[in-house]
């Protein structure tokens, strides 16, 4: 029997790595940027080869969620259950997506995304 | 040398790094990881959700004998502006079955352009329906292929029945400098908008 086609198979499979859970502690937003120190990168040798990779991905350069999921190849609601799990450990730090309230600070968002695109 | 203090992108020095993001939307093969490929800094990459075959598309799951997973995928780059500031291009799933992922994609966006090729401007009815029911600034823009029928921007206005407070440009999803404009008017009208909304006169400094 294709396993694609077992009922009990099919979602369970890709969670295996989150235990079967499939609700992330936080709701990380796919731009939503996460990085990694170096401390924490030797901290999350010790948390599993999965969690690990996902370190890697960060050591040196932000990541959002969704290159974290891109460059593991992991899929997207896996990767959110296993990044939210590391930014509640301590072994990512999470950055704010664009804020979403505030006329001054949406204002000014637009106005340094706006000359940024004008200096590409 | 001492790789300690090697930190190009400030990682490690505890500063906040602000995203913001850009929606691509348009119909199955318009152009859209064309687009963002021709702006991104990086190759446009793509992320995969799973879902189960049973909730796309369908009302009543319980019709559905057993389960079966489906991917959806979508392709998105990336645009480093400073240490502190990166903008992200998301490409919506072509396929309109996948109109749940749409809602994820745009939470939160600045805005975005719905790209319409004139050869199957039909294509484009669904996508701008769904911006239309929603709160997100908008603009749509006539992607040109080579061979592609020539309308002026106001015959494809008038006949999509675009409102016309939604901006519209011309563009080459090929052309770097292209690109930029589109999203150039995006957070232009983004801009706009948040103003009007906040009873300032309508400028853009």
Known sequence: MDPRRDPRGALVRPYAVTRGRTEPLQNIALEAVLS????????????GHDKYRISSVCEGRAQSLAEIAAYTRMPLGVTRVLVADMVAEGL????TAAPATGFAARMNLLGRVLSGLREL | M?????????????????????????GFGVGKTTLV??????????????????????????????????????????ITMAEDL??????????????????????????????VDTRRITDAFAPLDYFENRK???????????????????EVREALAISPDVPMVLCDARQR????????????????????????PASVG
């Open chain 1, 36 to 47: 990694s120190t170096p401390t924490q990168s030797a901290e999350a040798r010790f948390a």
């Open chain 1, 92 to 95: 990512l730090t999470l950055h």
């Open chain 2, 2 to 26: 001492d790789f300690a203090n090697y930190d190009p992108d400030g990682v490690n020095r505890g500063r906040e790094i602000i995203s913001a993001k850009i929606v691509i939307a348009g």
């Open chain 2, 37 to 78: 490929g021709a702006i991104s800094e990086i190759q446009p990459l793509t992320t995969e959700a799973l879902m189960t075959a049973a909730g796309v598309g369908i009302d009543d799951a319980s019709k559905v004998p057993g389960k079966e997973t489906t991917t959806v995928a979508m392709d998105f780059g990336r």
């Open chain 2, 86 to 115: 990166i903008l992200y291009l998301f490409g919506t799933p072509g396929q309109t079955r996948f109109w749940f992922m749409w809602d994820e994609i745009i939470r939160g966006a600045v805005g975005a352009a719905v790209l």
């Open chain 2, 136 to 154: 997100l600034p908008y603009v749509v823009a006539l992607n040109r292929f080579g061979d592609a029928p020539h309308y002026e921007l106001e």
């Open chain 2, 177 to 200: 400098d292209s690109v930029k404009q589109v999203l150039v008017t995006v957070v232009e009208h983004a801009m706009l908008r948040l103003q009007a909304e906040h009873g300032y």
